[in-house]
């Protein structure tokens, strides 16, 4: 059984950093990608970052240049910066990745306010 645990959200004020954390546990795809998710109320759920397993990095548009996506693989642990907050960022968000059969894992999000 995977797990996944995001910690490190909170009410931050526009200009804020936060910095998110995710923990993956058991029988993980080995060597998959790892995935930062958000949505927002009303809203659907969308990618904000992605990295492989070598460190390649993927952005949204909207994040690029604010964000950066990091992991540390002994530890099965990926870590999302956010500088240069803005109340649009506000959002659960959801990290995600594979389970050894390939299915989708996701965790239970972390809730990121972001006041004007």
């Known amino acids: 059984q995977v797990q996944l645990v995001e910690s490190g959200g909170g009410l931050v004020q526009a200009g804020g950093s936060l910095r998110l954390s995710c923990a993956a546990s058991?029988?993980?795809?080995?060597?998959?990608?790892m995935g930062w998710y958000r949505q927002a109320p009303g809203k659907q759920r969308v990618l904000v970052a992605a990295i492989a397993h070598s460190g390649n990095t993927h952005y949204a548009d909207s994040v690029k240049g604010r964000f950066t996506i990091t992991r540390d693989n002994a530890k099965n642990t990926a870590y999302l910066q956010m500088n240069s907050l803005k109340p649009e960022d506000t959002a659960v968000y959801y990290c995600?990745?594979?389970?050894?059969?390939?299915?989708?894992?996701w965790g239970k999000g972390t809730l990121v306010t972001v006041s004007s």
């Open positions: 058991g029988s993980l795809f080995s060597n998959d990608v």
């Open positions: 995600n990745t594979r389970d050894i059969y390939g299915l989708d894992v």
